[in-house]
């Protein structure tokens, strides 16, 4: 430090010096905060996309995830579903949606969410639909981007076309669905075989 | 690629950047190219093994599904270590495989190498040869596992009458790279190595 008789311009140093050590305490205060908010911001992470969890679901294992995320990890391994996190098992019905305060309180899991949009090219006899009852609202869900569907399932199914097929972008149903689909286009066969044998019998 | 995988990336990146390990000068990790999948990743052999001393670059293709599928990793550097290819530098570790997890990130990637540096499994071989002398003659093993980190990966414990013969081979005309593999795979049995070789 310089002394106190010291030339004007030393002392004009002298005297800046703990300006700038406020100047720094300040800085380190704010820094302070700042850190705590991030860590705050951090302690609702989702564990798969490291953002700000979004339609938040917590698993039984006490995990935190976006429901997006979550169902893109369940639907990567439909057979062999475990926790990202510590692997603890894991499945749409063992997570706990979080609602806060100014959330819609809607269930996040009531919908399906936007997933990739599918590089392969639909066959035009292969018909495709998405029988939505076990999502909690009734009605028909349509998958992304598959609109006229429905009347190209009938079709095939009334053209007996290879029922047993698996249906087309099944990687993104969940099994239920899968074997909804499957019941209902042996049902709709066995309606029309009946109604040709009466036909013939008439 | 696609958008949450480059996001991710980008958040991990940092992660690694700012954690305790890059600090200890244990774990590294830079960018290839702009796009963001391609990463180069450096270990630094962990202490008490044969790799001490060495630091052993990884190539890191991030696939466009990440994090829901595994990031593909492989040794640029050359080592010798019963479930790293002493070949092609493929890495036989679980959870690159069917263990990933969607939580795991590239520091914990790097971390977990590292850890199978320290605790190899030679009863899950990616290298059946290097595993087998890992089993059988464990001392031939440590002794080779250090000239390679020496030789590849700049460590410490050179052993000069390795090279010896590796620079015999040499003068007979066989590739350095080759004449070491050879050696390596025989115990550094001169004879053996020139047999296999030249039959």
């Not at chain 1, 074997?179 to 709709?188: A, G, N, P, R, T």
Request: glycine share 6%; hydrophobic share 35%.
């Amino acid at each position: 430090m310089a002394s106190s008789s010291s030339t004007a311009s030393t002392e004009e140093a002298s005297t800046s010096q703990p300006e700038k050590k406020e100047e720094t305490k300040q800085k380190k205060e704010d820094d302070g905060e700042e850190s705590d908010k991030e860590s705050d911001e951090k302690m609702f992470e989702c564990n798969i996309c490291l953002d700000t969890a979004k339609d938040a679901v917590v698993s039984y294992c006490g995990h935190l995830f976006c429901w997006p995320c979550l169902y893109q990890w369940l639907e990567t391994r439909p057979n062999r579903q475990s926790c990202p996190v510590c692997k603890a098992a894991i499945s749409r019905d063992k997570c706990i949606p979080l609602y806060g305060r100014g959330g819609s309180g809607k269930d996040p899991r009531s919908k399906i969410p936007p997933r990739p949009p599918p590089t392969r090219t639909e066959q035009t006899d292969n018909g495709r639909f998405s029988w939505g009852s076990n999502e909690g609202n009734g009605g028909f869900h349509m998958s992304f981007g598959i609109g006229a569907f429905p009347f190209g399932f009938f079709a095939s199914a009334f053209n007996f076309g290879a029922p047993g097929t698996a249906p087309a972008g099944a990687n993104f149903m969940t099994p239920q669905q899968i074997e909804e689909q499957e019941f209902l286009s042996k049902v709709f066969i066995w309606v029309a075989l009946i109604f040709i044998v009466w036909l013939m019998l008439a | 690629m696609a958008n949450i995988a480059t996001q991710r990336i980008k958040r991990e990146f940092k992660e690694v950047v700012k954690s305790e390990e890059v600090a200890r000068c244990a774990i590294r990790i830079d960018l290839v190219n702009d796009s963001w999948s391609e990463l180069r990743g450096e270990i630094a052999g962990p202490p008490d093994t044969p790799y001490e001393g060495g630091v052993f670059a990884l190539e890191i293709l991030v696939p466009e599904t990440y994090p829901f599928n595994p990031p593909k990793v492989r040794f640029l550097t050359k080592i010798w270590h019963p479930n790293i290819s002493s070949v092609t530098g493929a890495i036989c570790l679980d959870i690159l495989k069917d263990q990933w997890a969607a939580a795991m990130t590239l520091r914990t990637v790097l971390l977990s190498l590292q850890a199978l540096l320290a605790a190899a499994e030679p009863d899950d071989p990616q290298d059946a040869v290097v595993a087998r002398q890992y089993k059988e003659y464990h001392n031939i093993f440590k002794t080779t596992a250090q000239h390679w980190t020496a030789i590849y990966a700049g460590g410490p414990n050179r052993i000069g009458e390795y090279e010896t013969r590796v620079t015999r081979l040499v003068d007979m005309g066989v590739d350095e790279l080759t004449a070491r593999a050879v050696l390596s795979a025989n115990n550094w049995d001169l004879e053996r190595a020139t047999e296999t070789i030249f039959s």
